[in-house]
Every structure is written in structure tokens, then in C-alpha cells.
């Protein structure tokens, strides 16, 4: 087990790069901020185990839930309207500002 | 510029939801996809790698299992398991058998 950065409530950015190969982070999130909803456990990260690696360590996976008006622009349904993402640790960091 | 897989947000447009049978070369071309992931002879996390590193032309105009059966191709020949030369061989073989179909 590693010490996980986040824990369910905190804010968080979803880091904005763009990662050549597999990934398993939409591009529609990344730069958007979510906030952590679980803790889903820690996996072996597929971004290596694409390529045969064995993907150690295990990398904690959180769902992050979005507000669907963050991430889409005109987004026309109701403003509690949630999408909820599997995102690694590694691409997760602090959100910027607190959001009220 | 995300891959030509990652989909989300882009303009779908309209949505076929025609069903169709499974046909027995997709039964196949799952089979041996699963049965190579318990030999332990890949991942799928690799299996979805080798998918997404279809030229793009390619992969939009393949089906679902034509894009498996693409990725498990390009596996097994990177893995040194198959040379290319002995699938086209044997798609050869099968296609006189068989008919073009």
C-alpha cells in the first residue's frame, strides 16, 4: 500500500498535458477540476502494462465526480448534473482555488 | 490531440442501434483474444494499446472485432509468437477453404 495524495471531498485538478500512448483519462477532463467522491482501491497502472510492463507499483484509483456544466461549454441540463470518472493518482493534483 | 479513440464530446452524430447477429468469426475472434489472456501471453491493457495504435483511417473504418482482430495480430507478431508471413499464410489457406465469403 502507498500513502494516498487525496481523500474523498477534496477538490482536485485533472493535470492538462497531453500523454503520447495508452492512457485511460479522457481527454474531456483533463484540465477540468472534480472533486474526490472514493477511494477505489490501488491497481497496477495500465499505462505500462500496455507495453508489458508489469505496471508496479499499484497506483490508487479515485472517482472523481464533474460537474457536466465544467466540462461541457452551453452544457443545457440541470446545473447538478454529474459525470463521474476512474482516475489514476498520477494524473490528479490539488484544484487551484477552492470553489464554493 | 487525444487518440482517435478517446470519442467523448466529439459530434457523434446520428446513432446506429441496429442490432446484428454475432457471427461465428467474431465468437473466434473473442475466443482467442480471452484465451491468450490466460496463457498469459498479453494484457488487455495491451490489447487496447495495439487497438489504439491503428492508423485512424483504419480504425474508424474497422468493426468492432475486424479492430480485435487487428490488435491481436499486431500482438502476437510483436511478442514473436506468429510472423506476419505465417498469418497472411495461413488467411491464405483458410480463404481458399473457405471461400473469400
Redesign the interface.
Known amino acids: 500500500m502507498t500513502a494516498q495524495r487525496f481523500k474523498p471531498g477534496d477538490r482536485v485538478r485533472v493535470r492538462p498535458e497531453?500523454k503520447p500512448?495508452?492512457v485511460r483519462t479522457?481527454?474531456?477532463v483533463r484540465g477540468k477540476e472534480g472533486r474526490v467522491e472514493s477511494v477505489l482501491g490501488e491497481f497496477r497502472n495500465?499505462e505500462s502494462?500496455?507495453?508489458?510492463d508489469p505496471?508496479l507499483p499499484e497506483r490508487p484509483l479515485y472517482k472523481v465526480s464533474f460537474r457536466q456544466e465544467d466540462?461541457?461549454e452551453g452544457y443545457p441540463g440541470p446545473a447538478y448534473d454529474t459525470l463521474y470518472v476512474d482516475i489514476y493518482e498520477h494524473w490528479l493534483e490539488p484544484a487551484r482555488e477552492e470553489t464554493p | 490531440?487525444?487518440g482517435v479513440h478517446?470519442l467523448?464530446?466529439s459530434p457523434g452524430g446520428p446513432i446506429d442501434k441496429s442490432q446484428h447477429e454475432v457471427e461465428d468469426w467474431e465468437r473466434l475472434a473473442d475466443a482467442v483474444t480471452i484465451v491468450l489472456d490466460k496463457k498469459g501471453l498479453k494484457?488487455t491493457?495491451?490489447h487496447?494499446?495495439a487497438q489504439?495504435s491503428l492508423p485512424p483511417e483504419q480504425y474508424e473504418a474497422l468493426s468492432y472485432y475486424e479492430r480485435w482482430v487487428a490488435a491481436t495480430e499486431l500482438l502476437l507478431v510483436e511478442?514473436g509468437i506468429l510472423t506476419r508471413e505465417e498469418i497472411d499464410a495461413r488467411a491464405e489457406e483458410l480463404a481458399e477453404s473457405w471461400g473469400e465469403g
Open positions: 497531453e500512448g495508452h479522457p481527454g474531456y495500465p502494462l500496455a507495453y508489458g505496471g466540462l461541457w | 490531440m487525444t478517446d467523448g464530446g494484457t491493457d495491451e487496447r494499446r489504439e511478442k
